[in-house]
């Protein structure tokens, strides 16, 4: 078996799972064949960073948190569906990756928590809670941190996987021309420094803070220079 092989057989597991977890009645054929379209649209060819490694570093990340969520099983199904929908040149994909998975869970799951996994989503799009929504509770509230988190975990992490990460961004935008890439990338680098925090949790803070500041810096200065 090879690595991808490997991944996506590990992740299938751990999404069959979550979902049996909430629902123990779905049959086997539905959950292997949910789980087979999520894994065919995290291996589309456009994606170099969005893909299922991207879903593994997060699983890597929820096993340590996994304890402090209320709901936990919401929140891994809104980590596997958060970009199942994702084509470069539109800016639309956490709408979309939203309302893909209402479609692909409302059989299995409640009408809230539907809702639940839909606003999780597209919170990820600012990366910020919506303090709009008033059935969001402070135990939802918590868990939507924890998300968040998780998903901006690899501005924390060493340099050489942060470069990495980096570079795969960059493949993903290989339609734009590096001038406008370059200039892009900087203002969204200074959006993120511009927060008076990028994490939203005091676990995320502690450990991750100062070396995501650290990292943002050092690739606003590389693509300065390049």
């Not at 709901?71 to 979309?96: C, G, M, Q, W």
């Not at 990495?164 to 200074?190: C, F, M, P, W």
């Not at 810096?217 to 693509?223: G, Q």
Request: hydrophobic fraction near 40%.
């Amino acid at each position: 078996m090879d690595r991808s092989s490997k991944i996506d057989t590990e992740l299938g597991k751990i999404f069959e799972w979550h979902l049996t977890a909430i629902n123990n009645a779905i049959e086997t054929a539905i959950l292997k064949a949910r789980w087979q379209d999520i894994a065919m649209r995290y291996n589309e060819t456009q994606r170099f960073y969005h893909s299922l490694q991207h879903i593994r570093q997060l699983f890597g990340q929820f096993e340590q948190v996994k304890h402090h969520l209320n709901e936990p099983h919401i929140i891994a199904l809104a980590l596997f569906y958060h970009d199942v929908i994702y084509v470069p040149t539109r800016s639309d994909n956490e709408l979309k990756s939203a309302e893909y998975a209402v479609e692909s869970l409302n059989s299995y799951l409640s009408a809230g928590q539907c809702q639940y996994i839909y606003a999780l989503i597209m919170m990820t799009a600012s990366h910020q809670i919506d303090k709009t929504d008033d059935w969001l509770d402070k135990a939802k509230k918590s868990d939507a941190a924890y998300l968040l988190d998780m998903d901006l975990s690899i501005l924390g992490a060493t340099w050489s996987e942060y470069e990495r990460y980096a570079q795969t961004v960059r493949q993903e935008y290989a339609h734009i021309s590096n001038a406008d890439y370059r200039n892009g990338r900087i203002a969204v680098l200074k959006g993120l420094l511009a927060h008076p925090t990028l994490y939203l949790t005091d676990y995320y803070h502690l450990q991750l803070e100062n070396q995501a500041r650290q990292n943002i810096e050092r690739e606003i200065k590389v693509l300065h220079a390049s």
